[in-house]
């Protein structure tokens, strides 16, 4: 059975270098917060299954070859009538990144607690949430929660990346979902300012550690960008100066990278900042390439650099 089990919405992504206004070509990918890190987590070596549902479309077939590619347990991916959710991404003159979604009423956001396998999650050994598959339907957030639940009354460790998106949903909406879930939450993945701000109104990591302690979490993992991390375990408190690579190209899945390897370095049973370590390599390697998920880097690659580092 699998070690990890992520739920959520994996998106068909259609990317271009030019803009969307111009663009004549866009490049297919996958993509979505739960199943990068997925990805990142599987990568390294633990196993994973995915939880979601699957429009019969066209790309259905295409996006449970991806899974296979990543060596997904997929006994809770479920088909149903419908689509696949789509967005495209282009690159702006100022090289931030535009986004166009078609999601709404998608398979994915028409899960519901009963297409849960509650034996599954309990023998994982942790159950990953995200803010993303709350914010994406009403039957979604309830499902999500319902996995929390299950989770935490059978000693899974749930983790729990709030990852606001203000196209889809209010602050105030996404405030709500997070406080129901944080008294299930083990492992709190934050990012600042990103999510600290609208959820926390704080670019300050430490006040947010001392928000997630009052709701009785153990370990943080604040994701700070080129600014690193700051993690909080069991009341130990220390920062993560990022791995520095070469060169930078695109960010994207940089922080979903760290998140996921810090979660296997947990399943691994390594201390927190040993985890942390991983992660951080994780994200330092994955910048260096294109898109959310193409340069998310192998057990392999990852361990030397740590070896290397602990030599």
Known sequence: MPELLSMGECMIELFSEDSIETAQTFHKSIAGDSFNIAVAVSRLGSSVGYITKLGNDPFEKFIRNSFEKEKFDMSLTLSS?????????????DGNRDFVYYRKGSSPSNITPDDLEESHIKKAKIMHCSGISQAISESSRETVLHAAKVAHSNNVLVSYDPNYRHQLWSPKEAIAAMEELMPYIDIFLPSAPEDSMALFNTDDPEKIISISRKFGVKNTLITMGSNGALVDSKGDTFTVP??????????????????GGFLHGIL?????KKAAEIGNI???IT???RGAINSIPYRDEVYKILNDMDV
């Open 242 to 259: 990022p791995y520095q690579s070469d060169s930078v190209v695109d960010t994207t899945g940089a922080g979903d990278a760290f998140k």
């Open 282 to 284: 994780a994200a330092g």
């Open 287 to 289: 910048i260096t390439g």
């Open 81 to 93: 009538k419908g689509f696949n959710a789509v967005h495209f991404v282009a690159t702006m003159p």
């Open 268 to 272: 691994e049973g390594l201390d927190s």
